[in-house]
């Protein structure tokens, strides 16, 4: 069993950076895949980013190429997401994802945080 905790979610304007948080419960962080997903209003949940279990290789949804970036700290049993350059169409409820093998991306992760939301003014 895994639990995911997000943070760092908040309200920003156009242009500015965010950094969000994903701690992980457990002692077998460096087992799962990790990812981000984000769910905009009225829209459904999407894939944004998903890291391998040793952080050497990452995968990004096109829309977020070049100004996210996941990165993990096994050693703190935590996910980050560094969103630069945000949009006002990056404002979602950003969810943290955890799966042992491919259900990051095939949309099916077997964990899920609650998520944080992000607000981007414009």
């Known amino acids: 069993q895994v639990q995911l905790v997000e943070s760092g979610g908040g309200l920003v304007q156009a242009g500015d950076s965010l950094r969000l948080s994903c701690a992980a419960s457990g002692r077998t962080f460096s087992s799962y895949v990790m990812g981000w997903f984000r769910q905009a209003p009225g829209k459904e949940r999407e894939f944004v980013a998903a890291i391998s279990w040793g952080g050497g290789t990452t995968y990004y949804a096109d829309s977020v190429k070049g100004r996210f970036t996941i990165s993990r700290d096994n050693a703190k049993n935590t996910v980050y997401l560094q969103m630069n350059s945000l949009k006002p169409e990056n404002t979602a409820v950003y969810y943290c994802?955890?799966?042992?093998?491919?259900?990051?991306?095939?949309?099916?992760?077997?964990?899920w945080g609650q998520g944080t939301l992000v607000t981007v003014s414009s």
């Open positions: 994802a955890a799966d042992l093998a491919y259900g990051i991306t095939e949309g099916t992760p077997e964990y």
